[in-house]
């Protein structure tokens, strides 16, 4: 068996697409190991790492948390819900090679659509009929790096927030680690069109 990629998630709340990419671990789904639980704040998700043995930090300043994780040889940082806006200076430290860095996030919508914040909120209140879930490598520009995945559901019969954040969710909990997998086995190829790149499984 191949070794195993090793990871620090990186939290702000409830720690639900961290529950699914523990659970993926312990099925065998993903052959990884979660080195390190960091986040910016106390939270839910830093009691779930507590109980399940996960070491956690928590802090605010990037250069601690860029001092704490350095040593630790990881292959990819995963963002599940950080909140904290996540400098060139960081990224620039955790370089995967000239094009990619090793962070990789979750954003609840069809990027380039509702950016930042609360996007859900902003698709269901926009009116939209689809809205989604993207899977990215991260940049210094927020919510713009290469995409690796999205899924596309329809929101048209949604009659209030929360049933749009509750399917969003249960989409979020398999596009994660669904993608993770092919990510951390190398098996993907960065393709360019016009002045992007975007990520595309083998
Ligand atoms: C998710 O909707 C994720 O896409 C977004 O923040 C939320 C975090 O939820 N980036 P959880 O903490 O994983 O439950």
Known sequence: MSSKTRIAIFVSGRGSNF??????????????????????????????ATTRQIPTFISKNESEVINHIKPMNLDFLILAGYKKIISATFIENFKRDSQLSKIINIHPSLLPAFPGLH???????????????TIHFVVPDVDAGPICAQAVFSIEDCLNLEDVES????????????????????????????????????
């Not at 993926?24 to 993903?30: A, D, E, K, M, R």
């Not at 969710?169 to 069109?193: C, D, G, M």
């Open 19 to 48: 529950d699914s990419i523990y659970e993926s671990i312990l099925s065998g789904q993903l052959n990884a190991e979660i080195v390190c639980l960091v986040a910016d704040r106390p939270c839910l998700a830093v009691e779930k």
């Open 167 to 202: 399917r969003g969710l249960a989409i979020e909990h398999q596009l994660y680690p669904n993608t993770l997998k092919w990510i951390f086995s190398n098996q993907f190829s960065v393709k360019s069109r016009g002045s992007r790149f975007y990520v595309q499984p083998h």
């Open 119 to 133: 996007s859900y909120a902003q698709a269901f209140n926009y009116g939209v009929k689809f809205t989604g879930v």
